[in-house]
């Protein structure tokens, strides 16, 4: 029903930025909070940042600073800059959504497949 498709990884030197996308497509009557995820090899999912559809953001202590995540409401779309990467930025990033489906339903949560960023030192 909802699909998010995530972009925009790829491999960095350390120091530099990367930008990714999140795109969520499918039956949407409305998304309240879209966030993003990071998974290293051999480690759990952490949360990275969170954005609601006011605008609010919030941001795991390790990325603030750095990274900025933004959206596109009109677009179901949410953004995040990645600038000063480091090494232990090294991971799969993950996009999440808090998405209601039919206008009487909750809101359900869907996750993207991931998308891989690699920092280089």
């Known amino acids: 029903q909802v699909q998010l498709v995530e972009s925009g990884g790829g491999l960095v030197q350390a120091g530099g930025s990367l930008r990714l996308s999140c795109a969520a497509s499918?039956?949407?009557?409305?998304?309240?909070?879209m966030d993003w995820y990071r998974q290293a090899p051999g480690k759990e999912r952490v949360f990275i940042a969170r954005?609601?559809?006011?605008?609010?953001?919030n941001y795991a202590d390790s990325v603030k600073g750095r990274f900025t995540i933004t959206s596109d409401n009109a677009k179901n779309t949410v953004y995040l800059q990645m600038n000063s990467l480091k090494s232990e930025d090294t991971a799969a990033y993950y996009c999440?959504?808090?998405?209601?489906?039919?206008?009487?339903?909750?809101?359900?949560?869907?996750w993207g497949q991931g998308t891989q960023v690699t920092v280089s030192s």
């Open positions: 999440r959504a808090d998405v209601k489906t039919t206008g009487l339903g909750p809101f359900l949560a869907y």
């Open positions: 954005i609601h559809s006011g605008g609010i953001t």
């Open positions: 499918g039956s949407i009557v409305s998304i309240s909070i």
